[in-house]
């Protein structure tokens, strides 16, 4: 059935993305988006990066102009939220007192930021950065001189951090781990980035956990951490992760697990009803276990293989996962996830800021994290989708061809 | 502002003003042009934005850099005249660009 009305909760990358597939893929049908907030589809990478730099403008971030949904007829509805889902009528409610009917219904609702367990994240000048209009507020506080404090050494964390000192700000990092990056990158490269940043006047508090943030006259004075340390600053910015916006799917009676459980067409334990994006569980069929990827890659995979399994196109391959980061002149691109690993090696040399970290499972590469060094991204994700064993000697000789390393 | 064609991989062409600065990525996602998967929206970090330039244009459009060589080393079906369009900035110099776009971009 390919006129059947197709609904997407969530009108983020994964929701923009997976309309446009859809059409691609020959749905002639109804696709309605319902997004509660009031912009179009867009990019978030963008937001900690070159975008709150002043380097990209609205327009910029856009995922598809405007003319887009007009010329696929892909009805777009913003600034509304479904409240409910009927699974036995096929229907969605809305928080602007409407309903829906839906043939399939597609949830991509992404996830939201995890919210720091101290006092005080409600004082002006904290903020979280998921969304655009997070984005903006923050933007405006980072001037010249401006104290900023971020809560969290992960990817967001350091690129503010580096926007921030693009911008002027002073800029404290606050870790709860005793390193950076702890939850997602090896001790290399967390150990390259501290010094980087460092040199580059980023301050780091490891190992520091916040008890309380601070305010006077209802806006934010300092941060104090569980030792008792005071930390005066002017702007917070939290970033400790997020969390999968799945309520609505749990309250469905859908399969959830710190995210929306899906199969590896997208598909939730309802036939009728798929999930893609932040908001799911999905498997890896290359480390032989389900996880949930915040990543746009991801996103971009799963909106292929929904629409793909509603149209009967054929299913996209499977992609090794991967990940980017900017930060200064660095350009970190990660390929896979450093899953059984039992050891490491680095090819080329941390000091000169090129150089790649390469977890291994025996002669398999799990995962490489590769700084200002493409050809180890590319051929690394190469060598992980194919299983295929390398030479360790010749992996860690930089001299030797990324296409000569494998066995 | 620059006239572009771009030429999908079974003959379909699109040819739209793009203004200057942007690059020849962003023209295609902005007019709706399919075949420019763009993943990574223009950071050169995914090589999704491949394409062929034509020959009488390769000059113009300048060479890639160490970063975009690298990138394109291990992409598919790559040509000598193959560029990722995102690092190819658009100006006024760029008018009458044509660019042929792969069967894939994965």
Known sequence: MSDQRIVILGAGHAGGSVAAFLRQYGHTGPIAIIGDEPVLPYQRPPLSKAWLKGEAGEDDLQLRPPSFYEEASVEVRLGVRATAIDREAHTVALSDGSSLAYGKLILAMGARARPLPAPGTDLAG?????????????????????????????????????????????????EREPRLLARVAGEALSGFFHGYHGARGVRFVLGGSVSAIEGEGGKVSAVVLDHGERLPCDVVLVGVGAIPNQELAQAAGLACQDGVVVDGQARTDDPDIYAIGDLTRRPLPLYNRAFRLESVPSALEQAKQAAADITGFKPPPPEVPWFWSDQYDLKLQIAGLPFDVDHLIVRGDPLSAKFAVFHMSGDLIQAVEAVNSPAEFMGGRLLIGARRPVSREKLADPAISMKEVGV | MAKITYIEHGGTEHSVDVRNGLSVMEGAIKNNVPGIDADCGGACACATCHVYVDDAWREKTGSASAMEESMLDFAQNVEPNSRLSCQIRVTDALDGLIVRLPEDQH
């Open chain 1, 126 to 174: 904290v903020y979280v950065l998921r969304t655009a209009a997070d984005a903006e507020a923050l933007k405006s506080e980072l001037t010249p001189g401006r104290r900023l404090m971020i809560v969290g050494g992960g990817y967001v964390g350091l690129e503010v951090a580096a926007s921030g000192r693009a911008l002027g700000a002073e800029v404290t990092v606050i």
